[in-house]
């Protein structure tokens, strides 16, 4: 995958510093997005912002202080295409990729900026995305689905894609992301990047507000099932080599009729260790294991379907 510069210039900047790529399946919330990328409080004007989205909307509001630029896919790719397209688009030195259902603050790109001035082995950094909604299962949501982004504590690990910034060199080191991944993109991403020698860290003190519309049990539930269909044990297989004991039992188990019998022990081992992590992020936070146990639970059944359905074939 080539990430050099395109021959014909898209914007009238001649000097960037920041590139904001946003990978867009609704447009609809274009808005939202744009007007709190508006209102950053690095300098705007060697900001660009690309647009990757199927088409470009025959009408849109845009802030009068942002250059955007799109990057029309002609079709609507998963996550990690999408942001790997509008990347090869993208001049500036530091790339920020953000979904179009997140609300960044006015200090999202110049903490995680400078977290990555203050840190040089660091390729990747990436902070707290949360429920734009503070309802019971809205906060329930984030912690089933979105664990890797609730913690209050900074440090070193693999980080969730909506919301981080990354080196371009690192970017390019490691030719972005897989474009063959359903799910699980972000994680195999991370450990791409430890691979080529970087480092990943997780800034606690910048929060983004992310509208998941996911706001009861049934879709929280949906949702982790659909997580574990679509993740069927493929990144593991990538990167057997780097994994750890558990996880390499769980590889030689996916051929048992018996794996969702060790899927439920692994379940609640994994539940443990994010509410330790997450705790004190939310008062309720104790409120949630339970059903955090249940979406682990409900991710490992969709991950058996899956490896069933592929081993039928």
């Known amino acids: 995958m080539n990430f050099k510069q395109p021959q014909k210039a898209y914007t009238p900047i001649k000097s960037i510093s920041h590139s904001v790529v946003i990978p867009c399946s ?33 009408t849109i509001s ?13 079709q609507l790719h998963p996550p990690g295409h999408m942001r790997n397209l509008g990347a090869t688009q993208a001049r500036g030195n530091i790339l920020f990729f953000i979904d179009d259902d ?3 603050p006015a200090d999202w790109m ?7 001035n203050t840190m040089p082995q660091v390729g990747a950094v990436g902070c707290r995305v949360v429920s734009t909604q503070n309802d019971f299962w809205s906060r329930c949501a984030d912690f ?26 690192a970017f390019e080191k490691v030719q972005g ?3 063959s991944l359903l799910a699980s993109e972000d994680w195999d991403f991370g450990l791409r990047l430890q691979q080529a020698g ?28 659909q997580s574990g269909w679509q993740s069927g044990l493929t990144v593991q297989n990538k990167h057997y080599n780097t994994l750890g004991p558990s996880s390499r039992m769980a590889m030689r188990l996916t051929r048992s009729p018996f794996y969702p019998l060790f899927g ?12 330790w992590e997450m705790r004190g992020s939310d008062p309720r936070w104790l409120l949630f294991i339970p059903f955090l146990a249940i979406g682990r639970f409900a991710y490992q059944l969709g991950v058996w379907r899956r490896i069933r359905h592929d081993h039928s074939l």
């Open 62 to 74: 845009i802030p009068a202080n942002i250059h955007i630029a799109w990057a029309e896919t002609g």
């Open 110 to 116: 110049e903490t995680l900026h400078s977290t990555l």
């Open 26 to 58: 609704r447009p609809t919330r274009l808005p939202q997005i744009l007007g709190a990328l508006a209102k950053q409080t690095v300098s705007l004007s060697h900001t660009e912002i690309i647009i990757a989205a199927p088409r470009q909307p025959t």
């Open 264 to 275: 439920f022990p692994y379940a609640m081992a994994v539940t443990l260790l994010h509410a």
């Open 144 to 169: 089933v689905l979105f664990s890797a982004t609730q913690q209050i504590f900074s440090c070193h690990r693999l980080l969730g894609c909506g919301a981080l910034a990354v080196r371009r060199e």
């Open 198 to 225: 970087w480092l990943s860290y997780f800034n606690a003190n910048v929060t983004v507000l992310h509208d998941h519309a996911r706001g009861h049990f049934t879709a929280i539930m949906r949702q982790a099932w």
């Open 102 to 104: 997140c609300i960044p």
């Open 177 to 179: 992301f897989d474009t």
